[in-house]
């Protein structure tokens, strides 16, 4: 594959000091990003940048969009403190061979789980070792955590958006991308929605209709119907949208929450290998953002992943609980920290600073567990402190300071 010199450039870690200097954060924020930045540096290959790039196209979020968008930013905060605090924790040099041997988004986050369970053992009086082995002669676990007399040895699963989510959203993505375009340029809204069964063929005829609704509305001031079979919408100009206006596009959900169940079984026969007796699983693939189940308080969206959990492991005697989780999300809105629990089934929302929150669901599936699932309960409750509790130590104010956006000069 040949390497383009934008490729060539976004390789460099120079040039993404260069856009965090340059960056609209407060000094100290800048400094900070800087920092971080060095931190990846030293801990990884010279040309780690231009492999990731070469293997996904792109470089990871947390480099090449923490200059201006708050969640990276903290992301790389997250990565390099980690990086750094661990060097001191059993396996995580194995863990960091991973991140720089293998260019693959889905064994990068696979690593930062592991990181992130170290990290927050560490912060609540827990012990952890990576990659450790707790069955001679069979494969390690990527966990071992320890908190008084509870062990819990861990195996992580990373789910990422599966083919046709991704194709979906990407479909979704370009819908918004025309129509907030011809918002602007012609002082419309649009009101109404847009047909689940539309492809990628119909995405570029949808927004042809939608602008020369909108050239009309513009010019005669009314509301204007969009031409297109697979739209029920009307342009609006923006002096008579009024309270209620709503544009519904397909969302891109993909298959829904069973699709977590079927993967979850792929991994049963690798947790009775190692000797793990809980899994510990990131739901990237939209399951938190894009289905009906995500839409349910905390409460019905713990029992129902429960349920599933159950029935996913039911008589699998290796198994004693799984812990899931949205991961670090960007938050949609703002997130109120909040817990539901039932018997020893315990539901976590927590907010994580600015635009950022996790829900962690704690499943039990053993008799005799209970208190395993207070621990895991009690390592994820602590996760709120964690961040500004590790920026401390490397002498920087909290995250909320870090990402703000400096004073004009």
């Not at 924020?29 to 996904?56: C, F, M, N, T, Y």
């Not at 007399?149 to 046709?164: F, Q, W």
């Not at 596009?249 to 979850?264: C, D, E, N, Q």
């Amino acid at each position: 594959m040949s390497v383009s010199p934008v490729d060539n450039e976004r390789g460099n870690w120079v040039y993404w000091r260069h856009r965090m200097a340059e960056s609209f954060r407060c000094d100290e924020g800048r400094a900070a990003g800087l920092w971080a930045l060095e931190v990846l540096e030293s801990h990884l290959s010279p040309d780690w940048l231009a492999k990731v790039i070469r293997r996904e196209g792109s470089p990871p979020s947390e480099v090449a969009a923490s200059s201006f968008h708050a969640v990276a930013y903290a992301e790389l905060l997250t990565l390099a403190a980690s990086l750094e605090l661990g060097r001191q924790i059993p396996g995580m040099a194995r863990v960091r061979h991973s991140i720089d041997s293998d260019f693959r988004e889905e064994s990068r986050r696979h690593a930062f789980v592991q990181m992130e369970l170290a990290m927050l053992a560490r912060h609540s009086d827990a012990n952890a070792a990576l990659e450790a082995s707790v069955k001679e002669g069979y494969p390690p676990v990527d966990a071992l955590l320890s908190k008084g007399p509870v062990i819990l040895p861990v195996e992580v699963r990373v789910i990422l958006l599966d083919d046709s989510t991704r194709a979906g959203r990407q479909l979704a993505d370009a819908l918004s991308v025309g129509l907030i375009g011809l918002n602007f340029s012609g002082d419309v809204t649009f009101d109404g929605s847009i047909s689940d069964d539309v492809t990628d063929a119909d995405v570029e005829s949808i927004l042809d209709a939608a602008a020369r609704a909108t050239a009309v509305a513009g010019s005669e001031n009314r509301r204007v119907r969009v031409e297109h079979s697979l739209a029920d919408l009307e342009a609006v100009p923006g002096s008579l949208a009024a309270p209620g206006t709503t544009l519904n596009i397909p969302a891109g959900t993909g298959p829904g929450i069973r699709r977590v169940g079927w993967i979850l079984r792929s991994k049963i026969e690798q947790v009775a290998r190692s000797g793990a007796t809980w899994l510990r699983v990131d739901l990237l693939d939209g399951t938190w953002m894009f289905t009906p189940w995500a839409q349910r308080n905390l409460a019905d969206k713990t029992m129902v992943m429960a349920r599933l959990l159950s029935e996913t492991f039911a008589g699998v005697k290796e198994l004693r609980g799984v812990v899931v989780s949205s991961g670090r999300a960007q938050a949609q809105g703002t997130v109120v920290s909040q817990s539901f629990r039932s018997g020893h089934v315990f539901g976590l929302s927590r907010s994580l600073g600015p635009h950022r929150g996790r829900e962690t669901i704690v499943v039990p599936l053993a008799p005799g567990a209970e208190a395993e699932a207070m621990a895991w309960a009690e390592v994820y409750d602590s996760e709120t402190q964690w961040l500004d509790s590790a920026l401390c130590q490397f002498g920087w104010s909290p995250l909320v300071t870090l990402v703000g956006a400096g004073q004009s000069t």
